[in-house]
């Protein structure tokens, strides 16, 4: 089985997250794809209530090929290094893929031990609006340009030994949560 995992804050999800997640079952030949709903980003200030996010990815109305997981609030890990480590260890039969948007590629030298990712599974880095070729210039495309493959070969990424990333490139949605957050009234 190949999964891609999807992680964020979700706060709230949009149309524009169920394309990233398209985009992997379609680019990346994958057979599912968890949204992994993070119970607080440690580089956020605050999230809001957990059980909104999810109620906001099931009013999505997902593919079958798409799950909501609650992976990191049931492991009680607050950092993605330390549930990726306890969710490959659980599930050795399956072929993981990590997905995020562009602009957490800038934002992974934040992570913590985010070199330990780039060696556990394979990326996918999908294009965001605004993103430009900043998220292409940093840090860990930089570090890592020698484990970037083409585009074409995208569909071969969950096969593939860590490291390895690829950035795909589809159809830009410039939906937004904070836009969302700031035109909805409080206590909506």
């Known amino acids: 089985m190949k999964v891609g995992l999807f992680g964020g804050s979700f706060n709230p999800a949009h149309e524009g997250h169920k394309m990233v997640a398209q ?21 956020k200030a605050s999230t809001d209530n957990y059980e909104a996010r999810v109620a906001s990815i ?56 985010w070199q330990v990712i780039m060696h556990a599974l394979p990326i996918a880095v999908i294009a965001r609006p605004g993103g430009g070729l900043k998220p292409r210039l940093g840090q860990v495309a930089r570090q890592y340009a020698q484990a970037r493959i083409d585009e074409t070969d995208s569909h071969n990424i969950a096969d593939m030994t860590a490291p390895a990333w690829v950035y795909l490139t589809p159809p830009l949605n410039y939906q937004s949560s904070t836009k969302i957050r700031q035109q909805t009234p409080a206590g909506s």
């Open 58 to 113: 099931e009013a999505l109305d997902l593919p079958r090929q798409m799950k909501i997981s609650h992976i990191e609030r049931d492991y009680g890990t607050r950092y993605t290094v330390d549930m990726l480590a306890r969710l490959l260890a659980r599930h050795t039969d399956t072929q993981f893929v990590w997905m995020m948007g562009a602009d957490n590629l800038l934002q992974m030298p934040h992570w913590k031990d």
């Open 23 to 43: 985009c992997g079952l379609r680019d990346l030949g994958l057979d599912e794809v968890w949204w992994l709903v993070s119970p607080g980003n440690p580089l």
